[in-house]
């Protein structure tokens, strides 16, 4: 059972919603030691000063900010206590906009929000309200001493509570070198809305798609541990000659791509029979 990290309450307007936040997603990234080849011992970092050269405990290291090539300004923890943020332990929704309207980059890291048995017909109400508005609840909240920006959003029973990046951490795009009015030929854009629809799906099944490195990790890793031969390396598949054609491109990609449907297809036919 999912253990809660946060509880505090939804507010907006006089409505106060109490709730527990939950971690919405697990991460599947292996985790290695590393380890001396000849030995197979642990290897151990010290914290070395780069004045004197020696290794220095944890209770004379210090925060400091460098301002300028070299030149550092020390906090203590008296300064940050000074900034900390008021824990109040609610979710004040400042405002409502459409889910549209936010750019996907500035969403980080989403949470669930359970409602307590208090709570449960206001958290019911406030995700049917924002899903028939298609809209989400932007808010303030405190977590462990820091400050988010947040969007409260719906997702099929539940509510989630998506940190925010701020908008300060979002490089410009305007730096880049984009093709901003680029001429496309009506036949090329014909072509490759047909390409993306014979590659459609009704529905998004994400278990469709395993992690298939972590499989492949893993089972060289069970192979060393049992003493079985190593799974066959796989071939590097074969290199892509340079795009001279793009209409001649989307054309055989749309023909691979109604042979692919059509086994497949064929596939679930024998497999229902």
């Not at 929704?93 to 459409?98: D, G, R, T």
């Not at 405190?142 to 988010?148: G, Q």
């Not at 496309?184 to 994400?206: G, H, I, Q, R």
């Amino acid at each position: 059972m999912a253990r809660a990290i946060w509880s505090g309450s939804i507010s907006f307007g006089l409505v106060t919603i109490p709730v527990k936040l939950t971690g919405a997603v697990r991460s599947h990234e292996l985790s290695f030691h590393m380890l001396h080849e000849k030995d197979d011992g642990r290897i151990k970092f010290e914290r070395i000063c780069s004045v004197d050269g020696k290794p220095v405990p944890w209770d004379e290291i210090v925060k400091g900010y460098e301002y300028e090539k070299g030149e550092h300004v020390v906090l203590t923890d008296a300064d940050f206590e000074r900034i900390d943020p008021e824990v109040t332990h609610t979710i004040d929704i400042l405002e409502f906009v459409e889910l549209e309207k936010i750019d996907s980059m500035y969403f980080d890291q989403p949470y669930y929000l359970e409602p307590t048995k208090q709570g449960r017909h206001a958290y019911a109400l406030l995700r049917e309200t924002l899903e028939q508005t298609a809209r989400v609840a932007v808010a303030r909240v405190v977590i462990r001493t820091k400050e988010y920006i947040a969007a409260v959003k719906p997702s099929g029973s539940a509510l989630v509570l998506d940190l925010m990046r701020w908008s300060s951490e979002i490089l410009d795009r305007t730096e880049l070198d984009l093709p901003e009015n680029e001429t496309l030929p009506p036949a090329e854009l014909t072509m490759a809305k047909m390409l993306v629809d014979s590659m459609s799906v009704e529905e998004f099944e994400p278990a469709k798609f395993p992690n298939r490195y972590r499989e492949a990790v893993l089972a060289i890793i069970d192979a060393r541990a049992s003493g079985k031969e190593l799974p066959k390396a796989k071939k590097a598949a074969p290199a892509r000659g340079k795009v001279v054609n793009l209409m001649d491109v989307l054309e055989r990609s749309l023909k691979e791509s109604r042979g692919v449907a059509k086994e497949s297809k064929g596939r679930g036919r024998r497999g229902a029979a």
